[in-house]
């Protein structure tokens, strides 16, 4: 998580930069493209680390794993495309920041997208919250939901902490 983190902080820091020094502002078009390889690379990564902790807490057995692993790498096939538009959204956001301001009409656009995005992301979660119950168990969907949960609160947590207030 710590090298999205980083990875944000350092394009709403450039785009804010960029905008005190009158430089035009790239496009989020262009900085996605630019960066696509850096960004898929960090995904994965990340990915990479949060199923290593999913696994440890989940403590599955040979049998339990093998009903698992393929729902969640469903799972998170799905959070990652939501995630890329969340980076999108926080990208629009960072533009719209280092310009100097935000006006009420974007701002409103925001927190739909936004909102939007949560519910996607809850209506995924629970989707495959009410798989796991139904392949495996209700406590072993608990114990997936709780962890998905604190994983996902840390991130939003860390991400917030780096993303500047509007003005």
């Given at each position: 998580m710590s090298r999205r983190l980083l990875f944000v902080a350092t394009l709403v820091a450039t785009l804010?930069?960029?905008?005190?020094?009158?430089?035009?502002?790239?496009?989020?078009?262009?900085?996605?493209?630019?960066?696509?390889?850096?960004?898929?690379?960090?995904?994965?990564?990340?990915?990479?680390?949060?199923?290593?902790m999913v696994e440890a807490n989940m403590a599955l057995d040979g049998t339990e794993a093998e009903t698992f692993w393929p729902i969640?790498?469903?799972?998170?096939?799905?959070?990652?495309?939501?995630?890329?538009?969340?980076?999108?959204?926080?990208?629009e956001y960072a533009r719209a920041y280092g310009s100097g301001s935000i006006t009420d009409a974007e701002a409103s656009r925001m927190v739909?997208?936004?909102?939007?995005?949560?519910?996607?992301?809850?209506?995924?979660?629970?989707?495959?919250?009410?798989?796991?119950?139904?392949?495996m168990s209700p406590r072993r969907a608990m114990r997936f939901l709780q962890i998905?949960?604190?994983?996902?609160?840390?991130?939003?947590?860390?991400i917030g902490k780096q993303v500047p207030l509007i003005n």
């Amino acid at each position: 998580m710590s090298r999205r983190l980083l990875f944000v902080a350092t394009l709403v820091a450039t785009l804010s930069l960029a905008a005190r020094a009158d430089e035009p502002l790239p496009s989020v078009e262009q900085v996605m493209n630019e960066h696509k390889e850096k960004i898929r690379n960090q995904l994965e990564t990340i990915n990479y680390k949060r199923k290593r902790m999913v696994e440890a807490n989940m403590a599955l057995d040979g049998t339990e794993a093998e009903t698992f692993w393929p729902i969640y790498s469903r799972y998170r096939g799905e959070t990652d495309s939501l995630h890329k538009e969340t980076f999108q959204l926080l990208l629009e956001y960072a533009r719209a920041y280092g310009s100097g301001s935000i006006t009420d009409a974007e701002a409103s656009r925001m927190v739909d997208l936004y909102r939007g995005l949560q519910e996607k992301q809850l209506a995924v979660l629970h989707r495959y919250v009410q798989e796991v119950a139904e392949k495996m168990s209700p406590r072993r969907a608990m114990r997936f939901l709780q962890i998905e949960a604190q994983l996902d609160a840390l991130e939003a947590l860390q991400i917030g902490k780096q993303v500047p207030l509007i003005n």
